[in-house]
């Protein structure tokens, strides 16, 4: 399920902006696809727009029937009727989506024989500390096991003794839920921390749900503002 809105508040209409000859969303749909670990992939929408290009392109689609403040809440109403036990969330803004990132979150399922965890995600190193420090860039620290402690838009951990040997974690736009943790989640009210960070996982820790992160080295570029559009650009080249 690919999440998409047309009015996204940093850089609004993004999913169709032009990247060498396609639009943004459209790549992320045709990526997703060539992966080739599902039988289908829909986009989620609410906007005439983004309907009208998947469709024109021959991609599925299926509108959304209420307003929705999250890519989750907007999955979870899509998939209320659909026979899974796991349903994976890319990103529209995430055209450089790759078959090895992806089958590692999907694993992580595999190796939960307990049901241990109700999502897993993606987190890849970073060590500039413009991005670090950048508050599109959502970081994220987990525990020794890799189970995410907490999500910030802020520095974490904040670098009081430099030598520490911190390291810094990016937050990827990818998930696997288990469905039932989508659904709970659709239901749960927003609470305080995810209103003040405008980052969504964060109510899955408020309410103790567990979320695996998984590490990978394939950071490709998220597009959240015009620079990353650009800096996209350079790197399909």
């Known amino acids: 399920m690919i999440p998409a809105r047309y009015a996204a508040s940093r850089f609004p209409g993004k999913l169709m902006q032009d990247l060498h000859g396609k639009t943004v969303i459209t790549r992320t749909y045709e990526a997703t696809v060539a992966t080739g670990l599902f039988e289908e992939v829909y986009v989620v929408t609410d906007s005439d727009i983004i309907r009208e290009e998947i469709a024109r ?4 689609v299926i509108m959304s029937q209420k307003e929705h403040e999250s890519g989750s809440d907007r999955i ?11 349903v994976i969330n890319v990103q529209g803004d995430e055209p450089f989506t790759e078959k090895e990132s992806l089958e590692k979150v999907i694993n992580v399922f595999y190796d939960d024989p307990n049901k ?52 810094y974690y990016k937050h990827k736009g990818i998930y696997a839920f288990r469905k039932q943790a989508l659904l709970d989640f659709h239901e749960l009210p927003m609470k305080t921390l995810e209103a003040t960070e405008k980052i969504e996982c964060i109510r899955y820790l408020e309410y103790g749900k567990k979320i695996k992160m998984v590490e990978t080295s394939i950071e490709g570029v998220e ?11 350079k790197v399909w080249k």
């Open 57 to 60: 392109n021959g991609g599925n």
């Open 76 to 86: 979870a109403e899509a998939v209320q009727n659909v026979a899974a036990d796991i």
């Open 116 to 167: 241990e965890i109700d999502l897993a995600s993606l987190m890849v190193q970073i060590k500039d500390w413009d991005e670090i420090k950048n508050p599109n860039t959502v970081k994220v620290i987990v525990d020794q096991r890799n189970f995410a402690l907490y999500f910030s838009r802020s520095p974490i951990p904040f670098p009081r003794d430099e030598n520490a040997g911190a390291k």
């Open 223 to 233: 597009i959240d503002t015009p620079e990353d559009l650009e800096r996209a650009k």
